[in-house]
């Protein structure tokens, strides 16, 4: 099922990271040291906000990687 709160997700398994992205505003996350098992239950998750808010949010380090850079403009419709 589509997730209104995370767009998508990646694991890198040697490091520990997971990277997340989020909806709507498009930045990312990197979470660290977070166990396979949690990695797994999150894609197996029926609704992965809840368990990003259950299992994840506020129990792992995370820092922002990528914020979505988006102009006033491009908000409002604007063609440059």
Not at 23 to 47: C, F, K, M, T, W
Request: glycine fraction near 4%; proline fraction near 5%; charged fraction near 30%.
């Amino acid at each position: 099922m589509p997730s209104t709160v995370i767009q998508k997700t990646s694991y890198d398994e040697a490091a520990r990271i997971l990277s997340i992205w989020f909806v709507p505003s498009g930045n990312r996350y990197d979470y660290q040291d977070v166990p396979p098992e949690i990695h797994a239950g999150l894609r197996a998750a029926y609704s992965k906000g809840q368990y990003f808010n259950a299992v994840i949010r506020d129990r792992f380090r995370c820092r922002l990687v990528e914020r979505r850079r988006h102009s006033i403009e491009a908000d409002r419709g604007v063609a440059r």
